[in-house]
């Protein structure tokens, strides 16, 4: 048997087995990471946050150092912050994903990722506030326009402008005779 012909009878074998298994003989030194997800975006950008976990990624703040994670537990009531690695506290975070907005923390030995849990607002009464109207541009030195008060209003407003006059006439007395007993007698 000629090397030629023992090839034509082996290579459609070949061929059906690289098929049926899925082309893994040949990807090997091919890269692995999807050309649709972020860079480095691997097993935890597709991987879901946990739903139901004893602990909360409750927010992220970068300081001058780097980002810390506000981690919380409802059922004790207490969180910390927490940066990337830190060994002393109760939660250990080993990264951060910004796409999915989710961090991979280990807790009591147990690998958990936490999405950034979105704060819910209970219902309440809705108050819309409306826009003041434009005020037209006023002159130098003109007096602002008074509104329309009621009776109680009104009495409001004579008191305080009669409190500051009071202050003003008083502070100009003093003024006054401060002035005259500074001057040198003639």
Do not use: C, H
């Not at 976990?53 to 004790?76: H, Q, S, W």
């Amino acid at each position: 048997m000629t090397s030629a012909s023992f090839t034509a009878r082996l290579l459609p074998g070949l061929l059906l087995a690289l098929l049926l298994s899925g082309g893994t003989a040949l990807a090997v030194g091919v890269s692995t990471e999807s050309p649709f997800l972020p860079p480095g975006g691997g097993a935890s950008a597709t991987q879901k946050p946990a739903e139901s976990t004893p602990i909360e990624f409750r927010g992220l703040v970068a300081d001058a150092e780097e980002l810390r994670f506000a981690i919380y537990e409802p059922t004790k009531q207490q969180g910390a912050w927490v940066r990337i690695g830190e060994k002393d506290a109760p939660y250990k975070i080993l990264s951060y994903d910004s796409a999915m907005q989710a961090v991979i923390v280990d807790y009591e030995g147990k690998r958990q990722t936490l999405g950034l849990k979105e704060a819910k607002f209970g219902a309440g009464n809705v108050i819309a506030a409306t826009p003041a109207p434009a005020a037209a541009p006023r002159q130098p030195g003109a007096r602002p326009t008074q509104r329309v008060t009621t009776g109680d209003d009104a009495k409001r407003l004579e008191a305080i402008r009669a409190e500051v006059a009071r202050r003003r006439a008083a502070r100009e007395a003093a003024a006054q005779q401060q002035q005259q007993g500074s001057r040198p007698p003639r």
